[in-house]
């Protein structure tokens, strides 16, 4: 696969969990047995000493299994990690180096960052957790200075870029800009999203924040704007033309439709109308293909010059071909119209409006 993306020009970044394990995990699995090379690998207390506090979003945050109380903010089968405990870091650094020497990547994305290292009942944005992601940063770079590390912290972006903005992360996810520009298509108004690219590009350094309209944790752009091709359209323009690096969704391309709960959202990519989309040639996919991909698959789209996919390639080439949209200055433009935004793009002497 890595080799196939190189000889496309491809660069392949994966997805890096550090925040926890399974429950399943051998570690894991030792340290419930009291093996003492592994308890301390997480985070444990006494049935005695279960603290009363709930975690960020009111949920269970001090799991129990087979009597024992384990730290797990997300829930019971995914058991945090103990960074406070130098063992813990020295694999973390020894799994990154496997994956940039041995097989090759060029990056991560770096999963449920924010919850690293709690202080207390503090389980967000600490300053250890963004202390030893500097750390984790400089090691990445020192094994592969060209590696990329883009961290999922869903927040409001005053708190995601101070990780930028410490060198803690190459790029950070910018939530407030994806909601705006879902917002601005849903509701055809320009405010919140004008306000939020100003506050956006002021924030981080120049051009260092990964833009996005949805991702594989939300509802799918295409059933948030009930299929309109118009809306969708305008999404992807928004996207494409704004500063920061984009990027996409599987399948937002096509348009393809999916609600929560999460296996709904993650269903096989259609890339035609044959058995199981030509996604698999297995007797079935992990998960069905959604209702209409019939008509909603690449091949169907490919030939169409007024399809969203094609939609969607135009704005990639030009976005690839003006170096004002890649890496130049952004200016918001007053329209007098709430229905209409606009926006300055410029580098070099190159400017687009």
Request: aromatic content about 10%; overall charge negative; charged content about 25%.
């Amino acid at each position: 696969f890595l080799d196939e993306c190189r000889r496309r020009g491809i660069r392949v970044i994966v997805d890096l969990v550090l925040n926890h394990s399974s429950s399943r995990h051998a570690d894991f699995q030792a340290a419930l047995r009291g093996d003492p090379q592994f308890r301390d690998r997480y985070i444990f207390v006494p049935p005695e000493s279960v603290p009363d506090v709930r975690g960020p979003w009111g949920q269970q945050v001090w799991q129990e299994m087979g009597g024992q109380h384990y730290y797990g903010i997300f829930w019971s089968g995914m058991p945090d990690l103990n960074y406070r405990n130098p063992a813990v870091t020295a694999e973390a650094r020894r799994i990154a180096e496997f994956w940039l020497r041995e097989m090759r990547v060029d990056g991560f994305r770096l999963d449920a960052i924010r919850h690293l290292i709690e202080d207390g009942d503090v389980m967000s944005d600490t300053p250890e957790t963004i202390e030893w992601l500097r750390g984790f940063r400089s090691y990445v770079k020192k094994v592969r200075p060209d590696a990329l590390t883009v961290g999922e912290v869903w927040t409001r972006t005053e708190i995601v870029s101070d990780y930028v903005r410490a060198e803690a992360l190459d790029l950070a996810f910018e939530f407030d800009l994806a909601t705006a520009i879902l917002d601005a298509a849903k509701s055809g108004r320009r405010t919140k999203l004008a306000y939020v690219l100003d506050n956006v590009v002021a924030s981080y350094p120049p051009g260092r924040y990964a833009t996005m309209i949805t991702n594989h944790d939300q509802d799918r752009i295409a059933s948030a704007l009930d299929e309109d091709p118009a809306r969708l359209r305008l999404a992807a323009t928004l996207l494409l033309t704004a500063p920061g690096v984009p990027f996409l969704y599987y399948g937002e391309e096509i348009g393809q439709v999916g609600s929560k709960p999460d296996e709904m959202i993650r269903n096989p990519m259609p890339w035609t109308a044959g058995p199981n989309g030509g996604f698999t040639a297995a007797a079935r996919p992990w998960e069905p293909l959604q209702p209409g991909h019939e008509r909603r698959n690449v091949a169907a789209q490919a030939h169409d010059p007024d399809s969203l996919l094609n939609h969607y390639r135009r704005l990639i080439r030009l976005r690839q071909s003006e170096a004002a949209l890649t890496r130049g200055a952004f200016r918001g433009l007053e329209t007098g119209r709430e229905d209409v935004i606009a926006w300055e793009r410029a580098t070099d002497g190159r400017r687009l409006t």
